[in-house]
């Protein structure tokens, strides 16, 4: 079935380091792949998506590049803040069972320190 | 910025008490869901709906139950609390199928969360 693999946290790094958060997943056909970020006491927000192989979502200085050969979706940032202190889901669409929710990730916490 | 909203927020209550998280969206969006997220931030479908008078189950089987007798609501209930259903439950859209539907992207649209403790 679809599933989605990304590194365990805790993450932690000191501010202006350089983030890679590791995704890949498993999945039939062709699914759209997302990145969420869900703050203390927030729900989740959408971070950036890609739909298909070879394309680049980035928002906020993040990127993450569809591999279709490899099945990776990895996050960075080539200078994280303070501010980006949450935790992180990657996600895919699957087949029409499920309406079309999102299989995520477990979730990685990232906190950065000044 | 979605317009989806959970209520309550944090809900405190004794065991054997019913409860219901209400969810409303106003984008006019046909497909819902909840997920209940554990301690370790795991998230698991528990519900969805394709729109009005349909519900289904999710991936993690749940004692709660969902109607959906409005598009814009969609209440989740558990009719005898217990200690084990203490969670953070997360309500979230998506606008597939609607005029302006983002069918092939999926984009889910979540409310803030309702963070339930059963004593």
């Known amino acids: 079935g679809n599933s989605v693999t990304q590194m365990e946290g805790p993450v932690t790094l000191s501010e202006e380091a350089f983030l890679t958060i590791n995704c890949t997943y498993t999945?039939?056909?062709?699914?759209?792949l997302f990145w969420y970020v869900q703050y203390p006491g927030e729900g989740l927000q959408l971070l950036l998506k890609?739909?298909?192989?070879?394309d680049k979502g980035s928002n906020k200085g993040f990127e993450a590049t569809y591999r279709k050969e490899t099945t990776s979706f990895h996050l960075e940032k080539g200078s994280v803040q303070v501010s980006d202190s949450a935790v992180y889901f990657c996600?895919?669409?699957?087949?029409?069972?499920?309406?079309?929710?999102?299989?995520f990730g477990k979730g990685t916490s990232l906190l950065v320190t000044p | 910025e979605a317009d989806i909203y959970q209520t309550p927020r944090y809900l405190v209550i004794g065991t054997g008490k019913k409860i219901t998280l209400e969810c409303s969206q106003t984008?006019?969006?046909?497909?819902m869901y909840w997920y209940q997220q554990d301690p370790g931030m795991e998230l698991h479908l528990i519900h969805y709906?394709?729109?009005?008078?349909?519900?289904e189950k999710g991936d993690l089987s749940s004692e709660s139950t969902v109607s959906r007798i409005r598009t814009e609501h969609f209440p989740l209930t558990l009719e005898s609390a217990r200690p084990s259903h203490t969670s953070q439950y997360l309500c979230a859209s998506n606008p597939a199928g609607t005029a302006r539907g983002r069918f092939e992207t999926g984009e889910l649209f979540f409310g803030e969360g309702s963070r339930l403790t059963v004593l």
């Open positions: 890609a739909t298909k192989a070879d």
């Open positions: 999945a039939t056909g062709y699914p759209s």
């Open positions: 996600a895919l669409t699957p087949n029409s069972n499920s309406g079309y929710a999102l299989n």
């Open positions: 709906s394709y729109g009005v008078n349909s519900t």
């Open positions: 984008m006019g969006h046909d497909k």
